[in-house]
């Protein structure tokens, strides 16, 4: 069965660094495209960051320069690092494997990150 | 940035019911539009793909219609476990996707 499941959410202070993880089973993480997604509290979906099965790596403007994506391939698994963290970064924070970077499925069950004083 | 809008933002309908949402992009996308299902605390659900492709184990009530900037999704007969937000979403300018932000789908 394939499944992704998210860990490594919590609360942070502004300004802090928190870094997720994405475990994959029934699939390789390294041959495929993976993405990270977030939920603001009661908002939309949002696109964070991709890497291609290449090793490319894309992020959207509201995080560039701040987060990292990359992966371990002997774990099967996909991170997400988070430095310099804001308020607005609260959300769920999905992965998903995405077809040519295009298409999210599945998705992991998500984690909660809430940047608070 | 390709804009995706979504309508209605919320639509209440009673069980039975045929339900139609829209969405509409900024600028040509042809077929490059994905639509997906997301249960209050759960992770979205890819239903339709390339506009309208349903993904393998997903009910037949549920189409999808478009090209270009023109999208349509369908519930042919709505049923109570359908009750959920639906989100369209643009892959024309990879890697840059975007979503449109969502319809909120209660029971009448």
């Known amino acids: 069965e394939v499944q992704l499941v998210e860990s490594g959410g919590g609360l942070v202070q502004p300004g802090g660094s928190l870094r997720l993880s994405c475990a994959a089973s029934?699939?390789?993480?390294?041959?495929?495209?993976m993405s990270w997604v977030r939920q603001a509290p009661g908002k939309g979906l949002e696109w964070v960051s991709v890497i291609y099965s290449g090793g490319s790596t894309y992020y959207a403007d509201s995080v560039k320069g701040r987060f990292t994506i990359s992966r371990d391939n002997s774990k099967n698994t996909l991170y997400l690092q988070m430095n310099s963290l804001r308020a607005e970064d609260t959300a769920v924070y999905y992965c998903?494997?995405?077809?040519?970077?295009?298409?999210?499925?599945?998705w992991g069950q998500g984690t909660l990150v809430t940047v608070s004083s | 940035d390709i804009q995706m809008t979504q309508s209605p933002s919320s639509l209440s309908a009673s069980v039975g019911d045929r339900v139609t949402i829209t969405c509409q992009a900024s600028q040509d996308i042809s077929n490059y539009l994905n639509w997906y299902q997301q249960k209050p605390g759960k992770a979205p659900k890819l239903l339709i793909y390339?506009?309208?492709n349903l993904e393998t184990g997903v009910p037949s009530r549920f189409s999808g219609s478009g090209s270009g900037t023109d999208f349509t999704f369908t519930i042919s007969s709505l049923q109570p476990e359908d009750i959920a937000t639906y989100y369209c979403q643009q892959y024309d300018n990879l890697p840059q996707v975007t979503f449109g932000q969502g319809t909120r789908l209660e029971i009448k």
């Open positions: 390339d506009a309208s």
């Open positions: 998903a494997r995405s077809d040519y970077g295009g298409t999210f499925d599945p």
């Open positions: 029934g699939f390789t993480v390294s041959s495929n495209y």
